[in-house]
């Protein structure tokens, strides 16, 4: 997993927010909560469950 940690371009500072770190193994975690880890999932499955969240 990549260690470089994002934001969503949709959180608009309303502090409920997730960040991923996107690679081989996607990396995703509660911003508010950061301490308490993260979990991970292959790449292909974070593209598909974003794809689907757009509509493709």
């Not at 927010?17 to 993260?38: K, S, W």
Request: with cysteine; proline share 5%; aromatic share 8%.
């Amino acid at each position: 997993m990549s260690e470089k940690w994002h934001k969503s371009s949709y959180s608009a500072g309303g502090g409920n927010c997730v960040e991923v770190a996107e690679g081989p193994v996607t990396g995703i975690r509660d911003t508010q909560n950061r301490e308490l880890g993260h979990f991970d999932v292959p790449a292909p499955e974070w593209a598909a469950l974003v794809n689907a969240v757009r509509g493709r």
